[in-house]
């Protein structure tokens, strides 16, 4: 018997903690998932009436970071949260983005998300027609035959590495801890820091080379939320509309440069990605450096300020200005 | 067959600082090459895209009238990119300008109509591009009394004041220019535009009014008019919208399904009140 | 015996615009059209299938699922240059780019996006004709493959469209297995059929031709209404009967305001225009632009009339819906299910007509 609780008992726990908030007036809105209109697609959802409660599920296909729909929200909001997203809630709140008495986080530790691309190279697109998950196995229907796949193989890279999978911070947490995650030893990012600087370049041209600037990374982040994003100024006008290599290379730089610090590796920028850029490649360079100047990582204290809006007297650096 | 992307260069030969805030300048174009002169004709209430080469296009109404074909006017608010820009210029500078885009005022309908023309601000200067025109001697007997109601925040915020002037002195049209608050030596009306109108109370009877200022004056103008009589195809509207490419194709302007830089700008209130979308003012 | 030869002579007219093309001829007759002029086809990047330019016949991926990105490209660029312009002491000289001289083949195209050219004709035609646009199709060519397996998210069939729809396409190669059947709607494609590449087609191709069609469009009945009450008249008055409706807010509420789905989507074609300067020249360009993106409609005095994804959502669905027809006569969506598969949050604009049908005031 495993110790992880099944799919349809977490949807049901996350129900129940729902309906009760609803009912309590303690929330106007549920912050939630359904199930989408395609197989092995799940998408956000808000519920405001108890009616709509059944409406929310827990599956391997939840992979939006809901934190995302947080911000400038003027209701009182439960939101249900696996560990990255509650990461990001974490840096929101320090930003004065929401306040915490504004929502309830009903947490949930996560087994990981299905990348729906693995699936398809293996089963051929458009196959299936119905798709049920348990806490292990993944089985896919196609209209003559079923299949029964280890869901451990399907899962995103980035939540196979994932060193957080249980909120971190919540209000009501379902379902069961998760066994102790492994230390992020980033040597993913060390690895890719190996190579000579010549591979490492073309490797980035190649990336950024698929990009089409429709910006789905970037509004699936929970933490860019500036009104107007440095990309779209026009006074003055940093970087450049066209698909040029180089305005495309600026645009990805300068965002994971703003995110540096605040970034929690949740991976919804590369999920969100039609073109399959590895995104978060830059990012997670940036998050080593944080944590190797500043010994800190993001989304795991709602004490600790980020290191790029604090200074102190021993940073690495100098200060700007010679006291 | 005719880029419509491309514009053709004129020259800065004056500019004229309109507004004591040193906010509005009208600049005066002349066209560089004769074939420019030659193909553009224009009727007032269009627009021209006009380009800082190298950093961008913004339209503009045609504030000069096409009785003194020789020289093109623009009145240029500096609130943006382009319009900085354009500010920052000097005579003899040259600018694009692609055009003339855009419906205009629909002069045929409008002979043998009295008309009230009202204007707020900024928004005046396609109004007074028509006012000239029909002040000419060629078009004035083709229409009835003009009234036209002009308003800005202070004196020194109204524009084309030698108009202004020369306008006063005739007795073929009716002057209504008012401010916001009392000020120092003003004559005029004190009192927002749409209630002056109302004051002014010109007749509906056989009258188009013509509309066109900041969102917010047109806004509520309309019920002042409509209480007047004005039936909505007799009330006409100029409207803004951010714009680009200004020939129905990029898709950013338009109020239902009407673009307003290729449908409109003017547009009718019986045609807005058929429009389905966001509203526009 | 007259009626049996009048029959005959209507078949062979026909069947005298349909002709066979064995696979084994397939890269002879690709690489005959490279050294004619550009090609576009499906091509494979990594895990993707997209639509771009080949070098090689070698590099065209046939009888697929449909690209990543749409066809649309081929004529209308995500970056174009407008025009260059260079400051002289006489004043300042100014360049058009060219429009589009080459000849160019768009291969391997889906039926559906086909279609979605005669939107685009529309919309960049007119009075006011865009040359960049039409001068690329003038001398563009579609040669397009029948979709025998329809995707589950396709729902061309529902806008009246079909998996082997013939609209918009100069060509129509159809799948029998090693050769295709090969239908010209149009005259351009009469007159590549008298290649050396293509053969007579004997009875049994058309026969099997058949069977095939009739498969794949049953496999994708029945095709669920777009609109409740599905009616001849369309959707532009019900649409705007039910503009103000509020459940515009909850449907929209997940959107994320990127540029996916107009990105993707072959019917889109907004664009914004930009100056790209140096000293003494630059140029002008235009590319891509989205309505569903926050800054697109606002104004130099930071008024917004679309201010939330509520607003630009709708906009998509009200320019599609009932502007376009409204305007060209056409709606603006061909079925292709990119914008269902590929938005981030499963935000299916079928679900929302479906749902604000089941609003419509009576």
Redesign the interface.
């Known amino acids: 018997m495993s110790s992880v609780s099944s799919m349809s008992q977490l949807t049901r726990e996350i129900r129940e903690s729902a309906r009760k908030l609803l009912r309590d007036g303690q929330v106007q809105v549920v912050i939630g998932f359904e199930r989408g209109s395609l197989p092995l697609r799940s998408r956000p959802c808000f519920v405001r009436r108890e009616e709509d409660i059944d409406r929310l599920v827990w599956d391997g296909c939840c992979e939006t970071n809901l934190a995302r729909y947080l911000p400038k929200r003027k209701e009182k909001a439960a939101i249900v949260a696996k560990g990255c997203d509650s990461r990001a809630i974490v840096e929101l709140i320090k930003e004065n983005q929401v306040h915490r008495d504004q929502i309830v986080i009903i947490g949930v530790p996560c087994n990981g998300m299905i990348d729906g691309l693995l699936i398809e190279a293996k089963m051929g697109r458009g196959s299936i027609v119905e798709d049920e998950g348990s806490a292990e196995k993944l089985i896919l229907k196609r209209t003559n035959s079923e299949e029964i796949l280890d869901r451990t193989d399907f899962l995103h890279e980035h939540c196979k590495a994932c060193t957080h999978p249980d909120p971190v911070l919540y209000d009501v947490l379902v379902g069961q801890p998760s066994a102790e995650a492994a230390k992020d030893t980033f040597s993913d990012v060390e690895a890719f820091g190996a190579r000579d600087e010549e591979g490492r370049w073309a490797y980035l041209v190649h990336e950024v080379g698929k990009c089409i600037r429709c910006y789905a990374c970037r509004n699936a982040c929970p933490l860019c939320y500036c009104p107007e994003c440095f990309v779209d100024a026009s006074q003055p006008r940093w970087v450049g509309k066209s698909t040029e290599l180089s305005d495309t290379m600026v645009f990805h730089l300068i965002r994971a440069f703003h995110l540096a610090g605040r970034c929690v590796a949740c991976g919804a920028c590369e999920r969100a990605c039609p073109m399959g850029v590895d995104i978060r490649k830059l990012n997670r360079k940036l998050q080593k450096d944080v944590k190797d100047l500043f010994n800190h990582e993001a989304g795991m204290s709602l004490e600790e300020a980020s290191p790029l809006a604090d200074f102190r007297v021993d940073d690495p650096e100098q200060p700007m200005v010679d006291p | ?1 005719d ?5 053709f ?1 004129m ?1 800065i030969e004056e500019i004229i600082l309109e507004t004591e805030d040193r906010k509005i300048k009208t600049f005066i174009l002349g066209f ?1 090459r004769e074939e420019d002169r030659e193909r553009f004709t224009y009727v007032p209430g269009q627009f021209a895209e006009v ?1 800082v ?6 339209p503009f109404g045609m504030a000069s009238t096409p009785t003194r074909p020789e020289r093109l006017e623009f009145s240029v608010s500096t ?3 382009v ?2 820009a354009l500010h920052n210029m000097e005579r003899g500078g ?1 600018v ?1 300008v692609r055009g003339p885009l855009g419906n205009g005022y629909p002069l045929e309908s409008l002979q043998g109509k009295n008309l009230l023309l009202i204007g707020g601000g900024f928004g005046f200067s396609t109004l007074r591009s028509l006012t000239n025109y029909i002040l000419h001697e060629k078009n004035r007997k083709a229409f009835g009394n003009l009234t036209v109601v002009y308003g800005a925040r202070k004196p020194g915020l109204l524009l084309y004041k030698e108009d202004l002037e020369l306008w006063r002195q005739r007795t073929d049209l009716k002057l209504h220019l008012t401010v916001d608050a009392e000020a120092d030596g003003w004559q005029g009306h004190v009192g927002l535009v749409p209630d002056v109108v109302r004051s002014v109370a010109p007749t509906a009877g056989n009258t188009v009014a013509i509309v066109c200022g900041p ?1 917010i004056m047109m806004k509520f103008t309309l019920p002042v008019v409509k209480d007047l009589g004005f039936s909505d195809e007799n009330i006409l509207f100029s409207l ?3 714009m ?2 200004g ?8 109020v ?2 009407k673009y307003v830089c ?1 449908d409109g700008p003017v547009f009718s209130q019986s045609q807005l009140a058929g429009l ?5 003012f | 015996m007259t009626s049996m030869t009048s029959m005959t002579s209507m078949t062979s007219a026909i069947r005298a615009n349909t002709r066979l093309l064995r696979k084994k001829r397939m890269e002879s007759f690709l690489e005959a059209l490279l050294q004619d002029g550009l090609v576009f086809a499906p091509v494979r990047k990594g895990e993707m299938l997209l639509f771009e330019r080949i070098e090689s016949a070698r590099d065209a991926v046939l009888g697929q699922r449909n690209t990543k990105n749409s066809p649309k490209s081929a004529l209308f660029p995500q970056t174009e240059r407008l025009f260059a312009y260079r400051h002289h002491k006489e004043g300042l000289a100014i360049e058009a780019a060219s429009t589009g001289d080459k000849e160019r083949v768009l291969f391997g195209v889906h039926p559906c996006d086909a279609r979605a050219h005669l939107l685009l004709d529309r919309v960049f035609g007119g009075s006011t004709e865009d040359p960049y646009y039409a001068e690329k199709r003038r001398k563009a060519i579609a040669i397009s493959i029948a979709c025998t397996h329809p995707d589950p998210s396709c729902f061309c069939l529902a806008l009246g469209g079909g998996p082997c729809s013939q609209e918009g396409s100069d060509l129509l190669l159809l799948d029998l297995g090693d050769s295709y059947l090969v239908e010209a709607p149009s005259e351009r494609g009469r007159l590549l059929l008298e290649d050396k590449s293509f053969e007579d087609a004997d009875e049994e191709s058309f026969d099997k031709a058949e069977l095939i069609k009739r498969t794949a469009e049953s496999s994708m009945q029945p095709a669920a209404p777009l609109w409740e009450k599905a009616t001849d008249e369309g959707m532009e008055k019900p649409l705007d009967a039910l503009f103000d409706d509020p459940l515009w807010n909850d449907l929209t509420e997940s959107c994320l305001s990127c540029g996916i789905c107009t990105y993707l989507c072959p019917t889109c074609h907004c664009f914004d225009i930009s100056d790209e300067a140096g000293a003494v020249t630059g140029e002008r360009i235009r590319t891509w632009d989205s309505c569903q993106f926050p800054l697109f409609t606002r104004q130099a005095s930071g008024h917004n009339p679309r201010p939330s994804a509520k607003e630009r959502f709708r906009q998509r669905i009200m320019h599609k819906f009932s502007h376009l027809p409204k305007n060209v006569n056409m709606t603006g969506c061909v079925g292709c299910g990119r914008c269902v598969t590929e938005c981030p949050v499963n935000l299916d604009f079928r679900e929302v007509l479906l749902a604000l049908s089941k609003n419509e005031a009576t």
Not at chain 2, 53 to 58: L, P
Not at chain 2, 276 to 280: A, K, L, P, Q, S
């Open positions: 067959m880029n419509p992307y491309i514009p260069p020259r560089m380009s080469f190298g950093t961008g296009e913004a609130i943006g990119v319009t900085g040259i694009g969102p803004e919208m951010q680009k490419c020939i129905g194709k990029c898709g950013r302007c338009n239902g399904s290729s389905t979308g966001e509203t526009h």
